[in-house]
């Protein structure tokens, strides 16, 4: 590979380095839900999806809510070895601000049970770009997280985010 020949050069292989660095590490820390599944949560989520479902309402937790129960919460930070963050912290400082959801890709190998305790781990996927879209020129980053009851895989989510400088803000 021959050197960089510009600023945009020199700073697009420090963030593909920075994110070969982050992805060599790995899952993140397993990190443990707050609170084991429970039916309070459950209903509160049924009402605010304005969904009914009796399979709900006895002791099963509707699958797509897998993520709910490992949120951060309000006042939650994610930890110093979080790998999406940590990739967004690099092209933040490199000068991609702003932030677009894309998508997300989600598995549900069973659904959640009132009273079991949930963990998740998180993967950096891939680092694409730079890309250059109608909102700016960015970095498409794909992560992995996989939810666990115990050893058993209960659900995985690829999660995709633009991490974008705004048209006209990096050169």
């Known amino acids: 590979m021959s050197a960089p020949t510009n600023e945009t050069d020199v700073r697009h292989e420090q963030i593909m380095a920075e994110a070969e660095r982050i992805k060599a590490l790995g899952e993140a820390a397993e990190r443990e839900a707050r609170d084991p599944v429970n039916q309070p949560t459950i209903n509160a989520w049924l009402d605010a999806m304005d969904y009914q479902n009796p399979r709900f309402t006895a002791g099963e937790a509707p699958p797509s ?9 309000l006042r939650g930070r994610p930890p110093a070895d979080d790998p999406l ?3 967004m912290g690099v092209l933040t400082d490199a000068g991609y601000t702003a932030v677009l959801g894309t998508n997300c890709e989600q598995t549900y190998e069973r659904t959640l049970k009132v009273g079991e305790q949930v963990r998740v781990t998180t993967a950096l996927d891939s680092v694409v770009g730079p890309k250059t ?3 700016g020129v960015g ?10 009851v115990g050893d058993e895989v209960v659900a995985t989510m690829l999660f995709r985010v633009l991490k974008f400088a705004p048209k006209g803000a990096v050169s």
């Not at 809510?65 to 919460?73: D, E, I, K, L």
């Not at 970095?139 to 666990?148: A, H, L």
């Open 133 to 135: 879209t109608g909102m």
């Open 139 to 148: 970095y498409f980053v794909t992560s992995r997280s996989t939810w666990y």
């Open 85 to 87: 963050h940590g990739m």
């Open 65 to 73: 809510m897998a993520q709910v129960w490992t949120m951060y919460g």
